[in-house]
Protein backbone atom coordinates (compact mmCIF):
# COMPACT_ATOMS: atom_id res chain seq x y z
CA UNK A 1 0.00 0.00 0.00
CA UNK A 2 1.12 3.55 -0.95
CA UNK A 3 2.46 5.71 2.10
CA UNK A 4 4.01 8.79 3.07
CA UNK A 5 5.61 8.95 6.48
CA UNK A 6 6.74 11.86 8.13
CA UNK A 7 9.49 12.09 11.57
CA UNK A 8 9.13 13.54 14.10
CA UNK A 9 5.74 14.14 14.72
CA UNK A 10 6.41 17.29 16.54
CA UNK A 11 9.21 19.14 17.64
CA UNK A 12 9.78 22.53 19.63
CA UNK A 13 12.70 25.05 19.05
CA UNK A 14 14.30 28.19 19.86
CA UNK A 15 13.80 30.81 17.88
CA UNK A 16 17.35 31.19 15.24
CA UNK A 17 17.76 27.36 15.73
CA UNK A 18 17.91 25.29 12.26
CA UNK A 19 15.54 22.18 11.79
CA UNK A 20 15.00 19.11 9.52
CA UNK A 21 11.83 17.55 8.76
CA UNK A 22 11.56 14.09 7.36
CA UNK A 23 9.52 12.83 4.83
CA UNK A 24 9.93 8.76 3.25
CA UNK A 25 7.85 7.62 0.95
CA UNK A 26 6.34 4.33 -0.56
CA UNK A 27 4.72 5.41 -3.33
CA UNK A 28 3.82 3.24 -6.70
CA UNK A 29 4.87 4.85 -9.87
CA UNK A 30 6.29 7.92 -7.82
CA UNK A 31 6.12 10.89 -9.70
CA UNK A 32 6.55 13.94 -7.21
CA UNK A 33 6.74 15.14 -3.73
CA UNK A 34 5.05 18.10 -2.53
CA UNK A 35 5.19 20.00 1.01
CA UNK A 36 2.52 22.22 2.79
CA UNK A 37 2.76 24.74 5.47
CA UNK A 38 -0.83 24.14 7.86
CA UNK A 39 -1.04 27.19 10.56
CA UNK A 40 -4.42 27.55 11.71
CA UNK A 41 -6.44 27.30 9.09
CA UNK A 42 -5.97 25.68 5.37
CA UNK A 43 -2.62 24.11 4.27
CA UNK A 44 -0.44 26.30 1.70
CA UNK A 45 1.80 25.12 -0.74
CA UNK A 46 5.32 25.60 -0.11
CA UNK A 47 7.12 23.29 -2.77
CA UNK A 48 6.84 20.19 -5.24
CA UNK A 49 10.07 17.99 -6.28
CA UNK A 50 10.08 15.98 -8.76
CA UNK A 51 14.31 15.45 -9.01
CA UNK A 52 16.55 13.99 -7.08
CA UNK A 53 19.26 16.33 -5.71
CA UNK A 54 17.73 19.37 -7.02
CA UNK A 55 17.00 21.46 -4.18
CA UNK A 56 13.98 23.95 -3.86
CA UNK A 57 14.60 26.95 -2.16
CA UNK A 58 12.67 29.84 -0.72
CA UNK A 59 13.83 32.16 1.75
CA UNK A 60 14.79 30.46 4.75
CA UNK A 61 13.39 27.63 3.52
CA UNK A 62 14.74 25.18 1.31
CA UNK A 63 13.71 21.35 0.45
CA UNK A 64 15.49 18.22 -1.20
CA UNK A 65 14.34 15.29 -2.67
CA UNK A 66 16.61 11.69 -2.73
CA UNK A 67 14.75 9.24 -4.80
CA UNK A 68 17.36 6.48 -4.43
CA UNK A 69 16.77 6.56 -0.57
CA UNK A 70 12.95 7.46 -1.51
CA UNK A 71 12.87 10.43 1.04
CA UNK A 72 12.93 14.33 0.87
CA UNK A 73 13.96 16.89 4.03
CA UNK A 74 12.98 20.20 4.71
CA UNK A 75 15.07 22.68 6.18
CA UNK A 76 14.02 26.03 7.85
CA UNK A 77 17.25 28.36 9.05
CA UNK A 78 17.09 30.64 11.79
CA UNK A 79 13.17 29.59 12.67
CA UNK A 80 11.07 32.58 13.90
CA UNK A 81 7.95 32.05 15.98
CA UNK A 82 5.95 32.41 12.53
CA UNK A 83 7.41 29.21 11.19
CA UNK A 84 5.18 27.38 14.10
CA UNK A 85 3.19 25.34 12.13
CA UNK A 86 2.19 21.92 10.70
CA UNK A 87 4.38 20.66 7.64
CA UNK A 88 2.85 18.60 5.38
CA UNK A 89 4.15 16.23 2.75
CA UNK A 90 2.38 14.07 0.15
CA UNK A 91 2.39 12.56 -3.09
CA UNK A 92 0.40 11.89 -6.11
CA UNK A 93 -1.06 8.37 -6.26
CA UNK A 94 -1.02 6.20 -9.30
CA UNK A 95 -3.37 7.31 -11.69
CA UNK A 96 -6.91 6.26 -12.60
CA UNK A 97 -7.85 4.92 -16.13
CA UNK A 98 -8.85 8.45 -17.00
CA UNK A 99 -4.95 9.60 -16.44
CA UNK A 100 -5.97 11.44 -13.68
CA UNK A 101 -3.18 10.89 -11.13
CA UNK A 102 -4.44 14.36 -9.11
CA UNK A 103 -5.56 12.61 -5.39
CA UNK A 104 -2.70 13.00 -2.98
CA UNK A 105 -1.31 10.74 -0.50
CA UNK A 106 -0.61 12.39 2.93
CA UNK A 107 1.70 12.55 5.49
CA UNK A 108 0.40 13.27 9.37
CA UNK A 109 2.50 16.17 9.89
CA UNK A 110 5.00 17.23 11.80
CA UNK A 111 4.15 19.94 14.46
CA UNK A 112 7.04 22.39 14.90
CA UNK A 113 6.88 24.90 17.37
CA UNK A 114 9.36 27.67 17.91
CA UNK A 115 9.44 29.25 20.79
CA UNK A 116 10.76 32.94 21.84
CA UNK B 1 -3.69 33.52 -7.07
CA UNK B 2 -5.83 30.63 -6.21
CA UNK B 3 -9.11 31.52 -4.53
CA UNK B 4 -11.16 28.67 -3.17
CA UNK B 5 -13.79 30.06 -0.62
CA UNK B 6 -15.89 27.62 1.93
CA UNK B 7 -19.51 28.62 3.06
CA UNK B 8 -18.88 29.02 6.69
CA UNK B 9 -15.76 28.91 9.06
CA UNK B 10 -17.73 27.63 12.25
CA UNK B 11 -21.14 25.40 12.24
CA UNK B 12 -22.72 23.68 14.56
CA UNK B 13 -25.91 21.46 13.68
CA UNK B 14 -27.74 18.60 15.82
CA UNK B 15 -27.70 14.95 15.42
CA UNK B 16 -30.10 14.08 12.48
CA UNK B 17 -30.20 17.27 10.39
CA UNK B 18 -29.22 17.21 7.00
CA UNK B 19 -26.02 19.64 6.10
CA UNK B 20 -24.81 21.04 3.34
CA UNK B 21 -21.39 22.81 3.01
CA UNK B 22 -20.18 24.73 -0.08
CA UNK B 23 -16.99 25.63 -2.16
CA UNK B 24 -16.37 27.63 -4.69
CA UNK B 25 -12.69 28.11 -7.00
CA UNK B 26 -12.34 30.93 -9.28
CA UNK B 27 -9.17 29.35 -10.68
CA UNK B 28 -11.26 26.98 -13.71
CA UNK B 29 -9.73 23.83 -11.91
CA UNK B 30 -11.33 20.68 -13.11
CA UNK B 31 -10.04 19.07 -10.11
CA UNK B 32 -12.30 19.43 -6.46
CA UNK B 33 -11.39 17.50 -3.28
CA UNK B 34 -13.73 17.41 -0.03
CA UNK B 35 -11.65 15.86 2.85
CA UNK B 36 -11.64 16.07 6.50
CA UNK B 37 -9.32 16.68 9.20
CA UNK B 38 -8.95 15.19 12.81
CA UNK B 39 -5.76 15.05 15.23
CA UNK B 40 -3.66 12.43 14.88
CA UNK B 41 -5.22 11.19 11.67
CA UNK B 42 -4.31 13.56 9.45
CA UNK B 43 -5.85 14.28 5.92
CA UNK B 44 -8.53 11.83 5.15
CA UNK B 45 -10.35 12.75 1.37
CA UNK B 46 -13.68 11.76 1.00
CA UNK B 47 -14.70 12.43 -1.96
CA UNK B 48 -13.21 14.11 -5.28
CA UNK B 49 -14.36 15.52 -8.63
CA UNK B 50 -12.56 15.42 -11.90
CA UNK B 51 -15.39 17.35 -14.03
CA UNK B 52 -19.05 18.55 -13.72
CA UNK B 53 -21.50 15.88 -12.43
CA UNK B 54 -18.49 13.03 -11.63
CA UNK B 55 -17.52 12.29 -8.82
CA UNK B 56 -15.32 9.56 -7.16
CA UNK B 57 -15.46 8.06 -3.38
CA UNK B 58 -12.40 8.72 -1.30
CA UNK B 59 -11.12 6.78 1.52
CA UNK B 60 -13.96 7.80 3.83
CA UNK B 61 -16.96 8.54 1.90
CA UNK B 62 -19.70 6.66 4.05
CA UNK B 63 -22.14 9.02 5.48
CA UNK B 64 -21.37 11.72 2.86
CA UNK B 65 -22.67 12.75 -0.36
CA UNK B 66 -21.60 15.23 -2.91
CA UNK B 67 -22.43 17.52 -6.02
CA UNK B 68 -20.87 18.97 -9.00
CA UNK B 69 -23.61 21.30 -11.40
CA UNK B 70 -21.24 23.24 -12.35
CA UNK B 71 -17.03 23.62 -12.77
CA UNK B 72 -16.02 25.68 -9.76
CA UNK B 73 -19.01 24.36 -7.30
CA UNK B 74 -18.21 21.24 -5.11
CA UNK B 75 -21.02 20.69 -2.78
CA UNK B 76 -20.74 17.88 0.10
CA UNK B 77 -23.53 16.79 1.79
CA UNK B 78 -23.71 15.34 5.18
CA UNK B 79 -27.55 13.48 4.88
CA UNK B 80 -28.12 12.60 8.60
CA UNK B 81 -25.29 14.31 10.67
CA UNK B 82 -24.15 12.29 13.59
CA UNK B 83 -21.74 13.11 16.24
CA UNK B 84 -18.82 11.31 14.96
CA UNK B 85 -18.98 13.72 12.10
CA UNK B 86 -17.56 16.67 14.26
CA UNK B 87 -14.17 17.88 12.13
CA UNK B 88 -12.65 20.23 10.28
CA UNK B 89 -14.11 20.28 6.93
CA UNK B 90 -11.56 21.12 3.53
CA UNK B 91 -12.10 22.21 0.38
CA UNK B 92 -9.68 21.89 -2.43
CA UNK B 93 -9.05 22.22 -6.20
CA UNK B 94 -6.02 21.15 -8.75
CA UNK B 95 -5.66 21.79 -11.99
CA UNK B 96 -6.61 17.75 -14.15
CA UNK B 97 -2.64 17.36 -16.06
CA UNK B 98 -0.58 19.97 -15.90
CA UNK B 99 0.62 20.01 -11.86
CA UNK B 100 -0.74 17.86 -8.38
CA UNK B 101 -0.91 20.62 -6.31
CA UNK B 102 -4.53 21.82 -4.54
CA UNK B 103 -5.03 25.07 -3.67
CA UNK B 104 -7.23 24.89 -0.06
CA UNK B 105 -10.40 26.98 1.25
CA UNK B 106 -9.92 27.67 4.97
CA UNK B 107 -12.02 25.61 6.13
CA UNK B 108 -15.19 24.77 7.86
CA UNK B 109 -15.06 23.48 11.32
CA UNK B 110 -18.26 21.77 12.20
CA UNK B 111 -19.58 20.28 15.29
CA UNK B 112 -22.66 17.95 15.25
CA UNK B 113 -24.54 18.00 18.98
Known amino acids: EDKVVQSPLSLVVHEGDTVTLNCSYEVTNFRSLLWYKQEKKAPTFLFML??SGIEKKSGRLSSILDKKELFSILNITATQTGDSAVYLC????????????????WGLGTSLAVNP | DVKVTQSSRYLVKRTGEKVFLECVQDMDHENMFWYRQDPGLGLRLIYF???????EKGDIPEGYSVSREKKERFSLILESASTNQTSMYLC????????????FGPGTRLTVT
Open chain 2, 92 to 103: ASSLRLVRPEQY
Open chain 1, 90 to 105: ASPRRPNNAGNNRKLI
Open chain 2, 49 to 55: SYDVKMK
Open chain 1, 50 to 51: TS
